[in-house]
């Protein structure tokens, strides 16, 4: 099992920067990757980036550019530091954890509310 605290969100306002934290406990030696996903009332969770334990980082389009995701393995912590924020990235932002280990679990943090004001 794997164990996943965010924190760091908050409000806003446009065009601020936020940096969300994910602490990860356990298991951690059978995660293969890391990753943020966010979530607005009424739409399925959508992925924000992928953080592999070797290889580049891939984002999603919409933050491409604005949003750095990193991991501190002494640390054993996620970040996703966000810039330029626009109203379209509030969501409640989630921290994701995919093991390597048949059946290949998935875990999640509890979320973090991010709110971008005018």
């Known amino acids: 099992q794997v164990q996943l605290v965010e924190s760091g969100g908050g409000l806003v306002q446009a065009g601020g920067s936020l940096r969300l934290s994910c602490v990860a406990s356990?298991?951690?030696?059978?995660?293969?990757?890391y990753a943020w996903y966010r979530q607005t009332p009424g739409k399925q969770r959508e992925l924000v980036a992928v953080?592999?334990?070797?290889?580049?980082?891939v984002y999603d389009k919409s933050v491409e550019g604005r949003f750095t995701a990193s991991r501190d393995n002494a640390k054993n912590t996620v970040y996703l530091q966000m810039s330029s924020l626009n109203p379209d990235d509030t969501a409640v932002y989630y921290c994701?954890?995919?093991?390597?280990?048949?059946?290949?679990?998935?875990?999640w943090g509890q979320g973090t509310q991010v709110i971008v004001s005018l």
């Open positions: 994701n954890a995919r093991s390597y280990e048949k059946p290949y679990p998935m875990y």
């Open positions: 356990g298991n951690i030696i059978s995660i293969n990757a």
């Open positions: 953080i592999p334990s070797g290889g580049r980082t």
